[in-house]
Nanobody, 127 residues
Framework: QVQLVESGGGLVQAGGSLRLSCAASGRTFSTYTVGWFRQAPGKEREFVAAIRRSGSSTDYADSVKGRFTISGDDAKNTVYLQMNSLKPEDTAVYYC????????????????????WGQGTQVTVSS
């Protein structure tokens, strides 16, 4: 079992930055893929970024590529999402999630691949 707690959300002006944290208790992150998803009002949850086992590789949605960076600290069992050059369309509740098993290929982009989810943290970007 894995428990996840996100933090770091808030209100920021367009062009600003935020860093989200996802702290895990239970099993360690190093054996799983950790993803960030977001859900805006009236929209479906969408993939944002993922980091595979022990940071071996990362994946990003096209909409955030070049602006967001996902990283992990195995010693702290924490994964971060550094968000720069924020835009109003980045406004959403951001969730971190962990797969329960090893995930291959494009399955990393699917929310159904993730077994454990945090409660979410609100990010609001004003124009």
């Amino acid at each position: 079992q894995v428990q996840l707690v996100e933090s770091g959300g808030g209100l920021v002006q367009a062009g600003g930055s935020l860093r989200l944290s996802c702290a895990a208790s239970g099993r360690t992150f190093s054996t799983y893929t950790v993803g960030w998803f977001r859900q805006a009002p009236g929209k479906e949850r969408e993939f944002v970024a993922a980091i595979r086992r022990s940071g071996s590789s990362t994946d990003y949605a096209d909409s955030v590529k070049g602006r967001f960076t996902i990283s992990g600290d195995d010693a702290k069992n924490t994964v971060y999402l550094q968000m720069n050059s924020l835009k109003p369309e980045d406004t959403a509740v951001y969730y971190c999630a962990v797969t329960g098993t090893r995930v291959y290929g494009d399955y990393v982009y699917l929310s159904s691949s993730y077994a454990y989810w945090g409660q979410g943290t609100q990010v609001t970007v004003s124009s």
